[in-house]
Every structure is written in C-alpha cells, then in structure tokens.
Nanobody, 116 residues
Framework: QVQLVESGGGLVQSGGSLVLSCVAS????????MGWYRQAPGKQRELVAG???????RYADSVKGRFTISRDVAKNTVYLQMYSLKPEDTAVYYCNTYPSARNNFWGRGTQVTVSS
C-alpha cells in the first residue's frame, strides 16, 4: 500500500519561509510525476506545484517565483521550498501524483499557517 507522509508545516509570519517534505513508500517518486496540493478552509484542493520524472516543473500562478518543488529519488522524497509566504498560503498541504492525483494516495497533509 502506498504511503505518502508530509511534514514541515507550521506557523510562520508573513514573509517567512518553510520547507515541506513528502516521504513516499516504495519507488513512487521515481515512477511518477509528483505534485504538491493544498486545501484552504472552505475551498477546493488545488495544485500548487508539479515535477515530472524528467524534473520539468510547473507552478500555479499564485506561487510562481516564491515556491520551488524538487525531488530526491534516492530518498523517495519530494520537497516544497516556500519563500515570501503570504496569509493566503495558509492551507493543509499534501503531496500526490501529478497532474492527476490518485485517490488512494492521499496522506494526512501538513498544516501551514501564515500570520499577517
């Protein structure tokens, strides 16, 4: 059974930074394109960033220039570096396959809260 475990969230002031990690079971990170998604209270889950198996990256317009997605195949880990955080970045962040998430891959996510 695939497990994706997100970590690294927390409370940070506006303008601050965080680095999220997603550790995957098995060889998921080397087999699939991976993405970071987020869900804010009362909103639908949205794709934030994606990375292909050839390391081509894609970002939502709202985070371009502020977030960087990367992966370490040897560690089965996907990262999301977040800079210049804004209150509107507050959400639960999840990793999953990209561009289509797999329903049975969702983990618990990690909460990111940005105070103004």
């Amino acid at each position: 059974q695939v497990q994706l475990v997100e970590s690294g969230g927390g409370l940070v002031q506006s303008g601050g930074s965080l680095v999220l990690s997603c550790v995957a079971s098995g060889s998921i990170v080397s087999m699939y394109a991976m993405g970071w998604y987020r869900q804010a209270p009362g909103k639908q889950r949205e794709l934030v960033a994606g990375i292909s198996i050839t390391d081509i990256t894609r970002y939502a317009d709202s985070v371009k220039g502020r977030f960087t997605i990367s992966r370490d195949v040897a560690k089965n880990t996907v990262y999301l570096q977040m800079y210049s955080l804004k209150p509107e970045d507050t959400a639960v962040y999840y990793c999953n396959t990209y561009p289509s998430a797999r329903n049975n891959f969702w983990g618990r996510g990690t909460q990111v809260t940005v105070s103004s």
